[in-house]
C-alpha cells in the first residue's frame, strides 16, 4: 500500500467540511493541517478530522509534511493561495472559480500549465457517478457522434441579495458549472447563444443581474449544447443532462432521497421531490472527486476521467464572459478557448 | 373486401354498449339486431348504432341476417342462450361466466366442444395491448422457460351488497379472470393453494365471502403462478402482471390517462390515478377482443393469439372451485383441467 | 341528437386517409364527398367511407349537402381552395401550413378574419390527450405563471431530397408545428433567437437547409421556450414538452406502443422504441381534432381547449421567418404578432 | 461528543470486512480487536482498519477495552461466541441466523432475554434507506391500516452445492430474511402457507431442497404478505416490497449502480441491471445498521426504527420452520410467534 496523501486543507467553511469529511473517510488520505481565518473553525475541523489547526494558509502550504493543498476559502482569496501552492511545489485542488476576473486568472495561467505537480478545478459534477457513466457510454459510441447535449441546471433557491452583488452574475456563478460539464463533452466551443432573463426576482433585476437564462454553445464539429438555468426550483435541485446522437438518446434525470414510490387516490407512482441541497445531491461526486484527486497525485492512470485542470477552469469563464455580452447585447459570440 | 359479419347482440346493458359501440366502429362487422328483456334498451341500441329491435332473443338468434350472437345477458341466462345459438348453428361470443355452476357447464360441454362454428369466452384481458405484447414475448421464448407469472388484480371498489350475494364470491366472480390470465400463460395447472381474507368489508364477511385473496397456482411444467386480489383499490383499478424466467422478468404496471407527470416542492415524478373503469381501462382490448373474435369467424390465421374457447371458461371456474375449497379448507387442492 | 356535421374531403392522401377514417368512426360526422385530383384516390375513399367521388374540389367545396370542407390537399393548393370555401361559407379545418410565402396568407387575412364560419388550422398536436392535459393543468395554475416551456421535437428519419427542396426550410417545415405548441402556451412572442446546424445531412446542406436546429422563443410576460429539433431519431418520433413555473415542473415524455418493460442480463425496465410514424403517435389527436372542429362548427362551448385558427397559422409562419433570419444572421430577431 | 464504541470483530470473512470497514468510516466507532481462526485474515483487517489481531474469540470478547461485539463467523458458532458475550456483558451484533436450530435458539433464549446490554441481529434489510422510508410510511398512517405487503426476492445466482448442504433450506436460509421484513411490518404472523418449487436446478432438488418458493403469512390483524423467491434471477440482485392498503399502495424497486437511461433504435428508457452483488445492493444498510447498533449502545433514541433483536431472530426462524412444513405436507400450518 502507498502512503497516505498528506492533506493541507484552506478554508473550513461549508465546502470545506465536505473535503475535511472526504479525507477521513478515505483510506489513501490524511489531513495534516486545516486553515482559516477564523481559528475556531480550523480548531474544530482538526478536532474531528485530524491534524494541526492554523489561522496561516501559507504556512500551512508550505508544511514540509503536506503533500497536497486543498483550496476551498472565499473566492478573490484564490489566485493568490495557488500561487503560493505552485511556488512550493504543492499539488492543488482549487475550488471553482479560480476568479471571476479572467485578466486575473490569465496572469497565474502560465504558471499554472508549467508547474510539475497537478492543479486540478473543483467541477464536482464531472464525479457524479450518474454523469459520469452517461459521458462515459458517449466516449464509448455508444450513441455515435454526438449531436446534441441539454443540460437543465436549476438551483432550489436564489442567493442572499449580499450574495448576488459580488458573485459576479448568473453566467459566472451558477452557469459556470454547465459551461464546464457542456466541456467535458464538447471541449472546443466556437460560439456562445444566451438569453438572459428576469423571471420572479425583483432583488435578483435590481442587481442588474438575470434569474433565469437559455444557452445555446455550438461545438467545432457542430455540435449544439442548450443549457436551462433557473435561480429556483420548487421541487428540489433539477440536475439532468441528455445526450444525444445518431444511435439514440441517453439521460440521466434528477436523484431523489430514496426509490419510494406512492399511489393514491389522488396520483400514482409518485416520488419523493429531487434532493434540494447541492451537498446532499453531489455527496458522492464530492468524494469521488477527492479520491480522483488523490490517484493524480499519485500519479495513476485517471484517463478514463482525468480531473478537469486550471485550462478548464478558465474555459469555463471565458463561456461564462462570453454568454454575458451574448444575453446584453441579444447576438452570438463566437468565443476561442485556445 | 369480405363482407361485413353480421350481429345480434343479446343484452343491452353496460357490457352490452361497449360490443355495441365496437360493431359500430368496424369496418368488417354490422349490428342486425338488438335484444333486450326491456324493449326501451334494445330500441335505444338500434337506433344509436343500427339494425333492429327486439325482446325476443331467440329470434335474434335465429334470425337469417345473422351470422354471430354476443351474449351480453345477466349471467343465469347464458347457458340457455348460449344452447340456443349452438342448435341455430352461430358463431357465439359469450361474456364470462358460462355459468356460476359447473354442473350446468359440463352440461353444455360436449354442444359446445362439436360445434361447427366457434364459440369464443369474452376474457377481454387476453386482448389488451400491453399484456397481449408480454405474452407474445413470453411465448417468444425472451425470459426462456417460465418459470413465474404474478398477478396484480385489484378493483376500484367492491360491488354492492346485493351483487355480492349473487356473484359465487370473489374466485367465481373476480378472480375467474385472473384465472384466465394464469391459463393463458401456463395452460395446465395442477394445484390451487388459496387463501381468502376479510379485510375491510363488514357486508362481505357477512354473506361468506371474502374481500381479498391470495392464490398460488402451479402448472405441469413446475410453473408458479400468484395472484393477489383486493375488492378495493384507492389509486383505482390495478391490474399488472410479471412473467419471471431463467432469462429474466418481463412486466407490464397500470395504466394512466396520459403520461403527464408533475413534480412540486412535495413530490416528484407524479403520475395521474390509474384508470378506475375497467371499461376504460381495457377499451382498446375490448374492440379487439370484437376484432379477434370476427376474425375469428372469418376463419382467419389467429394462432399468434387464439380467442378463448368454451374450454378456457369452463377450466377458469374449475379453478376458481378449487380456490374456494382451498381458501375453506386451508390445504393445496389438485386439480384436473383436462 | 344533432344531425350529424356533413363533410367535404379535399385531398385523399396519407393525411386525408386519416380524416376520412375519423369522420367514419365519429357518430357525428358523414363524409358527403371526397375530391382528388386523382380520380382512383377520390374513388377509393369515397366506396370504403361513404359519399361521392370527384376529381373538382370547387364543385365538392359548393355543394348543398356539406357544410364543412376539410383541405388535406397540397400545401400550394390551400390558399385558393380555402378562399373558395370562404367564398361558399363553409366551415374550414385546414392541414398546415396555410402558405409558405407570409405574403399569400396576408393577402387572405382579411377575409379568413371575418368569415362568419370557423376557419380552424390543422395543428394535431394541441389535441394530443398527453399534452393537452399538460396544458389544462399549466392553465388551471398548478406550476404557478409560467416560466419556461422546453419543446423535443425530432423525426425518426430526414425526408427526401425532393421534399426537402420544396419544404421551406426546417423552421417553416417541421420547427413550424413546435411554433404553435408554444404559442399554444405563449401565445404572444416578443422574440426569437434561433441556431441552425448541419450536423449529419450532406443533402440537406447541399439544398442550403439545416438538419437539426435550436430555437429560444421570449415571451412578452418573460417566459422563455426552448426548441430541440431533429431530422432524425433512431429511438423513434421524439416529441416532449416540460412546463416549469414557480410551483415545479410539469413534463410529457415520450409514447410507446405499450407499457411492457424487460429487464434482462445486460439491462432493465427497458421498453419499446417511440412511436416512430406520426400517425401512430398521434392517432388520438387526430381524431381529436375532428371531434373538437364538428364540436366548433356546432357551436358548443370548446374554450377549454379552442381549436387553432388562421392567425395561429399566420403566427407559426412569422416565427419561422424570423427564426431563419436569426439562424442566418446570428442575433435576436425581435418580432410583433398582431 | 461521546466516546466512540470500542469493538471486537469475530470473523474477517466477506461480511466481517464490511463491517470493519463500517468501523473505520464511523466517527463514533473504534476497532478495538479482529479475531478470526486464520490469523492472517485478522492480521490483515488489524493492519487495515486499525486494533489489534488475535486467533481467539473468546479473549476477543473477554477484553476490557471492547464494549461490543460483532460476530461475523460462521453460522455454527454462533450460539457459543453470542452466550459468551453475554456472560462477559459486552453488547452484541450477531449476524443471522443465530443458529439453523430451534432448540439451540431457544436453548439461549431466556439469556439473552434478560441480557443487560443490547442483543442486535443482522438483519441488514432493515437499514436499508429505500425499506426503511417505505416502512416509515406505512407506520406514518400512509396507506392506512396495512392490508398486504408483497416481497419479492431474488438471488442472482444459486449457492455452490456444498454450500446448499448444509444451509438449512431455502426458508431457514433466504427466505428467513424476507421473514423478518415480513415481522418488520406484521410482527404477529399466526399462519404460514408456502409451496416449495423445483424449477431449474438439479443440484438443488438432488439435495431435497426447492429452488424456489411462493409463501402466503396472515398476520393477527388479518394482513396478507406475499413471499416470491428464487435462487437465480439474470437481471440481478432482485429485491421489492408493495405495501398496500384502503389508502394506496407504496413501493420500492429494485437498485441499478446509476440513473442512467438509454433509448435506440430497438428500446427505450433502458437503465442498468440491477445491482447483482448482496454487498453492493446493501452497502448503505450495512453502514447504517452499525450506526443503529453504535446508537443502541449508546442508549439513543432509535423509536423510530429499532434495531431487531434476538426474539426476532427466533420468530423469523419458527415461520422458517412452519413454512418448510407447509409446503411439505400441502397444507396451512399455524404459528405461534410469543
Request: aromatic share 6%; net charge negative; charged share 25%.
Amino acid at each position: 500500500m502507498s502512503q497516505p496523501v498528506r492533506f493541507a486543507l484552506l478554508g473550513t467553511g461549508r465546502i470545506g467540511q465536505v473535503h475535511a469529511a472526504s479525507i477521513h473517510r478515505s483510506e489513501d488520505a490524511v489531513l495534516t493541517v486545516a486553515a482559516d481565518a477564523v481559528a475556531a473553525g480550523a480548531e474544530r475541523t482538526a478536532a474531528r478530522y485530524g491534524g494541526r489547526a492554523t489561522t496561516d494558509p501559507f504556512a500551512a502550504i508550505a508544511a514540509d509534511d503536506v503533500d497536497a493543498v486543498v483550496i476551498a476559502s472565499p473566492t478573490p482569496t484564490h489566485v493568490e493561495l495557488l500561487t503560493a501552492a505552485l511556488d512550493a511545489g504543492k499539488a492543488v485542488l482549487c475550488e471553482k472559480p479560480i476568479d471571476l476576473d479572467i485578466t486575473r486568472v490569465d496572469a497565474v495561467r502560465d504558471r499554472a500549465r508549467t508547474a510539475p505537480r497537478p492543479v486540478v478545478l473543483g467541477f464536482n459534477r464531472r464525479f457524479d457517478p450518474h454523469f459520469a457513466e452517461l459521458r462515459r457510454r458517449v466516449a464509448a459510441g455508444e450513441v455515435g457522434r454526438l449531436e446534441h447535449l441539454a443540460i437543465t441546471s436549476r438551483d432550489p433557491e436564489p442567493p442572499p441579495a449580499e450574495y448576488v452583488a459580488v458573485s459576479g452574475g448568473i453566467f459566472r456563478d451558477m452557469t459556470i458549472h454547465d459551461f464546464d460539464t457542456a466541456r467535458w463533452f464538447v471541449p472546443d466551443v466556437v460560439s456562445v447563444t444566451a438569453v438572459g432573463l428576469r423571471q420572479f426576482s425583483d432583488g435578483i433585476a435590481a442587481a442588474g443581474d438575470f434569474d433565469a437564462a437559455v444557452v445555446t454553445l455550438v461545438g467545432a464539429g457542430g455540435e449544439s449544447v442548450t443549457i436551462t438555468n433557473s435561480r429556483h426550483s420548487a421541487c428540489g435541485y433539477d440536475q439532468r443532462v441528455e445526450a444525444f446522437g445518431p444511435g439514440g438518446l441517453l439521460e440521466v434525470g434528477n436523484v431523489t432521497p430514496t426509490l419510494v414510490r406512492a399511489s393514491t387516490a389522488t396520483s400514482s407512482a409518485t416520488g419523493e421531490p429531487y434532493r434540494r441541497f447541492f451537498l446532499e445531491r453531489y455527496r458522492d461526486a464530492y468524494e469521488l472527486e477527492l479520491a480522483a484527486f488523490i490517484a493524480t497525485v499519485r500519479g495513476e492512470d485517471t484517463s478514463s476521467n482525468p480531473s478537469p485542470g486550471f485550462e478548464d477552469g478558465r474555459a469555463a469563464l471565458l463561456l461564462a464572459d462570453a454568454a454575458e455580452l451574448s444575453a446584453r447585447e441579444g447576438r452570438t459570440v463566437p468565443v476561442d478557448l485556445t
